[in-house]
């Protein structure tokens, strides 16, 4: 077994041992993959502040995120198909986040449904919805994550409409993969996942199939899902869902500074500043980017959160510091669990809590609450772009 001291590591090992298939379905961005990439390469651009002489004894990453208590504020992203990156992957990854004390949030577009991981968990975890055009789905969707338990609704607002990344067509992306020379000749190799799947009886989209009339196989699943997503989905359909769930409401995929005040002016609890991990508007800004500017906005009014290029405790520490509440990860727990199941995904949160803590000590800081703008340093590369905050025609 190779040595694991980092996130990337653990990349290396899952894309030996996942069907090439499902590894492409996270490791790419749509178009040409500019906003994906600087998602991450723009953390580069933000340096630290190192501090000496400061006591660092008694330190704590232990937080607060949405009104729920965590070990370190960094979420669980939800991540469609994730029981596809590996054998009843939802339910492992919610216990190794249980474990940890960290959220998790459960994809509408899961595997294992929503009932499943409630019943292989003992603590409430978040739900991540999809706002589909079919209105009795969506009504029974979110009393069933009532009756689960789940203690946040995230909702996501980024995607109406589906992103294209060239790799999902080409691969021919399904739940269960369909059979042809390719995906044999590629699965005959990875023998563990296959035992895996061929040993769960959890292989197709839990949340849909068997909970919307006609949809019972993969064909029917697949045409019903492309045409579900609601284009219509506005600020006056965010309100009714908020007074449909009636509880902690998260609001998903907010990039720019005037959807901001919109999404303050609704009441939620937070918001996720996040380009969906750079899977929908390639050459929008990096979520890491427009962060300073959301803060500005409305960062007195509501809790923000970030997603989208996290690879490292040191880029949480950067976006804690310019002023995030928490921060979620979505491929960095992806890599964990498809190179060692559960383990592999605490060892992801293990790895990512040490880094933050170290980076936080030899800042300065011995409590993550207390990390500022002063933590960091920028310059004129970083604060290069300035997003307008007047309301544009688009949004008036
Ligand atoms: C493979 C994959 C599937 C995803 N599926 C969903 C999803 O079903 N719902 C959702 O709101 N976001 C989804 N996302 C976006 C993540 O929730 C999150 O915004 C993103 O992964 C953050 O970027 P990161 O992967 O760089 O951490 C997905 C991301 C990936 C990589």
Redesign the pocket.
Known sequence: MPVITEIEDLKRLYKRRVPKMFYD??ESGSWTEQTFRE??SDFDLIRLRQRVAVDMDGRTTASTMAGHDVSMPVAL?????TGMQHADGEILAAQAAEAFGVPY?L????ICSIEDVAEHTSRPFWF?L?VMRDQDYLERVIQRAKDAGCSAL?L?LD?QILGQRHKDLKNGLSAPPKLTMGTVADLSWRWAWGMGMLRTKRRAFGNIVGHVKGVENAGSLMAWTAEQFDPRLDWEKVRKIKEMWGGNLIL??ILDAEDARRAADVGCDAI?V?N????QLDGALSSIRVLPDIVEAVGDRVEIHL?????SGQDVLKALAMGARGV?????Y?YGLGAMGKSGVTRALEIIHRELDISMALCGYRDVKDLDRTALLTGPEFDRYRTRSEVSPATG
């Open positions: 379905y996270t998602n991450s992203a939800p991540v469609g198909m949030t994809s509408t577009m899961s991540q999809y995230v996501t995607l998903k995929g996720i996040s969906h991990g750079g899977r997603d989208s290029g996290i690879r979620h990860v979505g491929r960095a992806i």
